[in-house]
Nanobody, 121 residues
């Protein structure tokens, strides 16, 4: 049974930092972070294809968020810095056996339960 489990969410002030982690037992081809705020569609945060060594980010988080993959620990991390109120959302970790487009949530078959991030002063 494929399992992905996110952790590390919580509250932060604007300009602050949080580290999210996703423990997985299935890596697939793509691993990614996506987020969804109430009333909005799920959007790309960032993804990695370890086979191609390609990491990509959504425009709203470029330069502020960093994805890293620790294959020894089966963990996908998301370091978030310079947080903004608009970063508030439920953050999900996903894994896909397809490498067609790691940036698209539609290719992801497996998802974690999510971890909430709230940024406010």
């Amino acid at each position: 049974q494929v399992q992905l489990k996110e952790s590390g969410g919580g509250s932060a002030q604007p300009g602050g930092s949080l580290l999210l982690s996703c423990e997985y037992n299935y890596r697939g081809v793509c691993l990614g972070w996506f987020r969804q705020a109430p009333g909005k569609e799920r959007e790309e945060v960032g993804s990695i294809n370890p086979f191609l060594e390609v990491t990509e980010y959504g425009d709203p988080v470029k330069g502020r968020f960093t994805i890293s993959l620790d294959m020894a620990k089966n963990t996908l991390n998301l370091q978030m810095t310079n947080l903004r109120p608009e970063d508030s959302a439920m953050y999900y970790c996903g894994a896909s056996s397809s490498g067609d487009d790691c940036r698209s949530s539609s290719i992801y078959t497996y998802w974690g339960q999510g971890t909430q991030v709230t940024v406010s002063s």
